[in-house]
């Protein structure tokens, strides 16, 4: 039996918010993180979060930002760099946890990562050539701890 393009577009819309909305089980609920990105700031609306599925929501690029969580115990600023400032993601004390590059402008993005507990660094680790900017040694970087 052939699916007309409104059912195909409502299995996908059903698909999407069960990903993003239903809880794991033995969990009454997800965590969800409204995390701001901005000249030269990563700012979430939570500094602490339980371990398990993490959502979190995107927003504010003003400019070409990528977000990546980076599980370690290293300050926020003091994560291993490599010549330009970009934050070496393969280096000592750091474990990359999760990325959403190419962040459109002005838009909200949702991303979605298993963590478990500890302590993590919300990081854009952009390297901008033309301008010769690291984002991440400009500052953008938070801190996020894992319950």
């Known amino acids: 039996m052939k ?13 999407a918010f069960s990903i993003y ?9 997800f965590e969800a993180v409204n995390v701001v990105l901005t000249e030269w700031a990563v700012t979430p609306d939570k500094s602490t ?9 995107v927003t504010g690029p003003s400019d070409a930002h990528e977000f990546v969580v980076m599980k370690t115990a290293l300050a926020p600023g003091s994560l291993p ?7 070496d993601e393969n280096g000592p004390g750091v474990m990359l946890a999760g990325r959403a590059g190419g962040l459109a ?3 909200a993005s949702r991303v ?10 919300l990081i854009c680790n952009i390297w901008d050539a033309a301008e010769r900017e690291a984002h991440y ?5 938070a801190a996020l701890r894992v319950e």
Do not use: H, W
């Open 137 to 141: 040694s400009m500052g953008m970087r």
């Open 112 to 121: 979605a990562f298993e963590l478990g507990p500890g302590d993590y660094v």
């Open 49 to 57: 979060v339980n371990a398990g599925p993490v959502t979190f929501i």
């Open 21 to 29: 909305c239903v809880p794991v089980a033995g969990q009454s609920s």
């Open 3 to 15: 699916q007309s393009g409104k059912q195909n577009f409502a299995a996908a819309v059903f698909l």
């Open 81 to 87: 760099v490599d010549g330009d400032g970009n934050v």
């Open 105 to 107: 402008v002005g838009t």
